[in-house]
């Protein structure tokens, strides 16, 4: 009884990387969804650029910068300070009552999240406009965090970035060899030095201004680098990393053979045992066993009412696997207001064909959330708020706390 949940949740991961943890973080504003009521998105991505820096073999950033595609980048209107003003401005401002359904009150509800993502491009090309909208979201009360390569970061930034809740670096090698293959083309060897430099002064420069900034490495494994894990995983923990995020390739571009994600699997779970304490935690976002939860499986994506998605154009879209020139988009909050536009999305045309009109491919944590969403609105819809609020209750003691240190 209550257990109608399990089934749709991964019990072995920790709760803060865990679909589950949208249900019980946001069960107010996804019941006021339920009832047809729209309010902000807890958590809004922006890509501040549509340039990269660098050549990733896998990126799924279909339209990331090239020499023979830059005619088919979005524009990069969020490099323009006043326009990045305007959308932070927006962001800041929505604000609207709805209904708490654990105490039954009124209250207010805001965006209480911004990560600046770099699907499309390097965030920190954009670095006046992003460096401001870290310093002014921070001030807010929004917590801020940032997807990057790391390549960009210099020293003089070191003070702003310590001001967010986290930043996550994407490494993906455990050499300056493998890195430079995977990442530059073979053409640059000391990228990877200059970047692990990075991670180890941003440490030290946190403990200096007693910050709480989590400093975080993403992984995608692939058969290039997956015999670099345990190494990579020793030498990040000396040097003050809290989590080491893996995930296998989405884009399908380098995957692994069946030998390959054994022995991954094998080494990942070594890193844990060997390595894991308080400080340094281990996470395997993405099982890499199991590599057929990228397409997508479900039939009504809420998702995209509860995490909004601003590209580098300043458009607002369904979510980051849209943006590209002519892509499928709501509105532009520069020119519009944000607030505004996210109120009149249900009855934007786009949004009543989505999911028909999204890529076959659906990020694994998306696919789990809105699968587990299905099955929590029928419960809501057939036993009512009381019954699920048992079945939350049931499952959340069956998840895997480990992890939620500096939640």
Excluded at 284 to 289: F, G, K, Q, R, S
Excluded at 298 to 327: M, R, T
Aim: glycine residues 4%; charged residues 30%.
């Amino acid at each position: 009884m209550y257990d109608e949940l399990d089934d749709f949740v991964r019990k072995d991961l920790p709760m803060r990387f865990n679909e589950f943890d949208l249900l019980k973080t946001q069960f107010s504003r996804i019941i006021n969804l339920f009832e047809g009521k729209i309010l902000p998105p807890y958590e809004i991505l922006i890509h501040p650029s549509s340039v990269c820096n660098l050549n990733c073999e896998w990126c799924i950033g279909s339209f990331v910068a090239n020499k023979k595609s830059s005619n088919k980048l979005l524009k990069n209107n969020l490099m323009n300070l006043n326009n990045m003003k305007k959308v932070v401005d927006g962001i800041i401002s929505y604000r609207k009552m709805g209904i708490n359904y654990w105490t039954g009150k009124e209250e207010e509800f805001k965006v209480n999240n911004v990560s600046f993502s770099g699907i499309t491009g390097e965030p920190f090309i954009a670095k006046e406009s992003i460096l401001y909208a870290i310093n002014k979201l921070s001030e807010n009360g929004i917590r801020v965090g940032v997807f990057t390569n790391g390549t960009l970061i210099d020293r003089d930034m070191y003070d702003i970035i310590l001001k967010m809740g986290y930043i996550l670096i994407s490494l993906d090698a455990g050499n300056s060899i493998t890195y430079s293959k995977l990442k530059c083309l073979n053409d640059d060897k000391n990228i990877f030095e200059k970047v692990i430099n990075t991670i180890k002064e941003l440490n030290i420069k946190k403990k200096e201004l007693n910050s709480s900034t989590d400093i975080n490495i993403g992984y995608v494994i692939n058969h290039y680098n997956y015999k670099e894990i345990y190494d990579i995983a020793q030498k990040l923990k000396k040097i003050g990393v809290h989590y080491l995020r893996f995930k296998t390739d989405i884009a399908s571009l380098m995957n692994m053979t069946e030998e390959e994600r054994t022995f991954a699997k094998s080494e990942i779970t070594r890193s844990k045992k060997d390595l894991e304490d308080d400080n340094f935690k281990i996470v395997e976002i993405h099982n890499v066993l199991d590599d057929r939860k990228k397409t997508r499986s479900f039939k009504k994506c809420f998702v995209h009412y509860l995490i909004g998605n601003i590209s580098a154009d300043g458009n607002v879209y369904p979510c980051n696997y849209h943006p590209k020139p002519n892509g499928y988009y709501f509105n532009s909050a520069i020119t519009e207001d944000f607030g505004q536009i996210w109120d009149d999305i249900p009855e934007n045309i786009i949004d009543k064909d989505i999911p028909s009109i999204c890529p076959e491919v659906c990020d694994p944590f998306k696919n789990r959330a809105n699968k587990l969403l299905e099955i929590t609105y029928e419960i809501y819809r057939n036993k009512g708020i009381e019954y699920l609020k048992k079945c939350i209750e049931h499952t959340s003691s069956k998840i895997k706390e480990t992890g939620n240190v500096r939640k």
